[in-house]
C-alpha cells in the first residue's frame, strides 16, 4: 500500500477550484432535466440524494424496450454486443432505462426481425440488412456486397462517408433508423471436402451460401443452398452438400466443419467486412426522452466497437487450434477469384440499371471504394503484405 500524503498546496487549490467547477456544472445541468440525469443521476439510488447540491432530478421516466436478435446466443461474439447494449443503456440510466434482449426464434424468427421493428412489435432489433435484400436489393450495402468494403472501410463509409444518410432514406420507408451493430471483419471463403483447382471445379458444387455471394456462386455454377446454421454439420458431414461458408475461425470452430470437409478457403470476397445493424422502430425513438437516445446511441457505438475487438482477438487462436486439428488452408484461385468479380459487378450493374436509389448509392458507394482502396493499398495493405515475411 502507498501511504497517502497530504496534496501540496498548489495541489489543494486545483482540486479546490475542480469541485467549484463541478458545483457549477451542475447547477447549470440541474436546470436542464436531461443533461443533469446523465451527469448526476447515475450511480445514485435516489435523485433526492442530490436535494442538498440543488433541485431534485424530476424526469427518469421507466423505459422498457425489447430487442429481437437474429442471432442465437450460441454466436457469443455476435449475439454479445446486445448483452453489452443493453447493460450499459441500464448503467448510464440508473436503471431506468432497460432493454431486453431475446435471441433469435423467442420472439420472432432470424429472418423478420426488421419486419418485428417496422410493425412496433419489438422497439429495435439487432440484424444483418442483407437479410433484407427481398424486399429491397440496396439494403445489402447497408452489410455488404461481394468485393466490397472492409470492416473499417465500412465504418467509415457508414459513419463518415456518406453511407448512413443514404442508407437511412431507404430504412425511413421502413419506419426504422438504422445504427452500424459491429462487423465481424473479413470472412473467410469456408469449408470445402474437396479442393477447388479452378472455375470449372465449381460447376455442379453443392454449397452452403446465402445471399448476392450465393447469388454470384450460382451463376458461376454452383448449386447454391441455404441451410440455418445448425443444419450445416449434419448435411456437409453426409455429403449432402460439398462445402459450407459461415463466418471466420473462431465461430467456424465451435459448429465442427473442420472434422468433415478440411480444406479451408479464403478470402470471403462475398463479405470483406459485413457490418450487422441495430435498428430502431422511428416511433419508439421519437418518443424516448433526449438523454436517454444519447444514452441508447453511446452504448450502440460502444457495442458496434466491440464486436471488431471481439474477434481480431478470438480469430488467430482459433486459426491456430484449427491447423493443428487438421485444417488445411487454400486460397482462391485466381481465375475463381476474377470471375466472381466479374459477374459481382454485372450483378450489381444490373439491379442499379433497375432502381434508380441503387444507381444512386452504388455509385457513391463506389466512389468511396475506389478512394478507399487506392489508400489502402498504398501504405496498410503493403505493410500487410510484408508481415508474411516475418
Ligand atoms: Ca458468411
Redesign the pocket.
Known amino acids: 500500500m502507498v501511504q497517502r500524503s497530504q496534496p501540496p498546496q498548489a495541489e489543494q487549490k486545483k482540486i479546490k477550484a475542480k469541485n467549484g467547477r463541478r458545483d457549477f456544472l451542475w447547477k447549470a445541468a440541474s436546470g436542464l432535466t436531461a443533461a443533469a440525469l446523465v451527469t448526476h443521476g447515475c450511480g445514485s439510488s435516489s435523485p433526492n440524494s442530490h436535494a442538498n447540491e440543488g433541485p431534485a432530478v424530476h424526469t427518469s421516466p421507466k423505459v422498457m424496450w425489447r430487442l429481437a436478435s437474429s442471432f442465437p446466443r450460441a454466436l457469443d461474439t455476435i449475439y454479445g454486443v446486445s448483452d453489452t447494449l443493453a447493460k450499459r443503456v441500464s448503467e448510464l440510466t440508473n436503471g431506468q432505462f432497460t432493454i431486453r434482449p431475446y435471441p433469435q426464434g423467442e420472439l420472432v424468427p432470424a429472418m423478420e426481425v426488421l419486419d418485428a421493428v417496422q410493425q412496433g412489435t419489438v422497439q429495435m432489433g439487432h440484424t444483418a440488412s442483407y437479410y433484407y435484400k427481398g424486399k429491397n436489393p440496396v439494403l445489402a450495402f447497408d452489410c455488404a456486397v461481394p468485393f466490397g468494403l472492409t470492416a473499417r472501410q465500412q465504418n467509415a463509409w457508414l459513419v463518415e462517408g456518406g453511407g448512413l444518410e443514404l442508407m437511412r432514406d431507404v430504412f425511413a420507408d421502413f419506419n426504422i433508423v438504422n445504427y452500424p451493430g459491429g462487423n465481424t471483419g473479413m470472412?473467410m471463403g469456408g469449408w470445402f471436402r474437396r479442393e477447388l483447382n479452378n472455375v470449372a471445379d465449381i460447376n455442379g458444387l453443392k454449397m452452403r451460401i446465402p445471399g448476392l455471394g450465393g447469388e454470384v456462386m450460382s451463376r458461376m455454377g454452383a448449386t447454391v443452398q441455404v441451410l440455418a446454421g445448425g443444419d450445416i454439420f449434419p448435411a456437409l458431414e453426409r455429403g449432402a452438400i460439398d462445402a459450407t461458408?459461415?463466418?471466420g475461425p473462431y465461430d467456424d470452430e465451435k459448429l465442427g466443419f473442420y472434422k468433415v470437409a478440411k480444406y479451408y478457403y479464403y478470402p470471403?470476397w462475398w463479405?470483406p467486412g459485413p457490418s450487422l445493424s441495430f435498428m430502431v422502430n422511428q416511433n419508439a425513438l421519437a418518443k424516448l426522452p433526449a438523454h436517454y437516445r444519447a444514452v441508447l446511441e453511446v452504448a450502440m457505438a460502444e457495442a458496434n466497437h466491440e464486436m471488431l475487438i471481439n474477434y481480431d482477438a478470438k480469430n488467430p487462436p482459433a486459426l491456430r487450434r484449427l491447423l493443428e486439428a487438421g485444417a488445411e488452408l487454400r486460397p482462391f484461385a485466381e481465375d475463381i477469384m476474377n470471375l466472381a468479380r466479374k459477374t459481382s459487378v454485372d450483378l450489381m450493374e444490373e439491379l442499379a440499371g433497375k432502381d434508380a436509389v441503387y444507381r444512386k448509392v452504388y455509385d457513391q458507394w463506389s466512389a468511396f471504394r475506389n478512394d478507399s482502396y487506392r489508400w489502402f493499398n498504398t501504405a496498410e495493405n503493403e505493410y500487410a503484405a510484408y508481415t508474411r515475411k516475418m
Open positions: 470472412q461458408e459461415w463466418v470471403g463479405e
